[in-house]
């Protein structure tokens, strides 16, 4: 499995169409949105064999110098074992200090 950051709406938008349960704030434009209001949002993919399994938009939350965290609302999966694998659960978090996040705030939603 590899973390790969989406700056594609066609992709993104075509994942999220295809969810029974799609949630409104993992939407390109809400991501827009929160972007035309000053905060940075992150969007990634979790792909495995050029499949995508679970994507989330995040949300950047800086708490002062040194200490930020993402913040990712209703995040749904297709797979409920996407994100619960070690190795995939493993590089989330990696992925996420690699890029300066001191932890992810995750609010997930029902699992597909």
Same mark, same amino acid.
């Given at each position: 499995?590899?973390?790969?950051?989406?700056?594609?709406?066609?992709?993104?938008?075509?994942?999220?169409?295809?969810?029974?349960?799609?949630?409104?704030?993992?939407?390109?434009?809400?991501?827009?949105?929160?972007?035309?209001?000053?905060?940075?949002?992150?969007?990634?993919?979790?792909?495995?064999? *050029? @499949?995508?399994? %679970?994507?989330?938009? /995040?949300?950047?939350?800086? +708490?002062?110098?040194? #200490?930020?965290?993402? !913040?990712?609302?209703?995040?749904?999966? *297709? @797979?409920?074992? %996407?994100?619960?694998? /070690?190795?995939?659960?493993? +590089?989330?978090?990696? #992925?996420?200090?690699? !890029?300066?996040?001191?932890?992810?705030?995750?609010?997930?939603?029902?699992?597909?």
């Amino acid at each position: 499995m590899q973390i790969i950051k989406c700056d594609n709406q066609s992709a993104w938008d075509q994942w999220l169409v295809c969810l029974p349960h799609a949630e409104f704030l993992q939407s390109w434009d809400w991501g827009e949105f929160q972007q035309s209001i000053g905060r940075s949002v992150v969007r990634l993919q979790f792909v495995e064999n *050029k @499949n995508v399994l %679970a994507q989330c938009q /995040g949300i950047v939350h800086r +708490l002062g110098p040194g #200490f930020s965290y993402l !913040y990712i609302p209703r995040m749904v999966t *297709k @797979n409920s074992t %996407a994100l619960n694998l /070690g190795a995939g659960e493993e +590089l989330f978090f990696a #992925f996420l200090r690699s !890029y300066g996040f001191t932890w992810p705030r995750l609010e997930p939603t029902v699992s597909l």
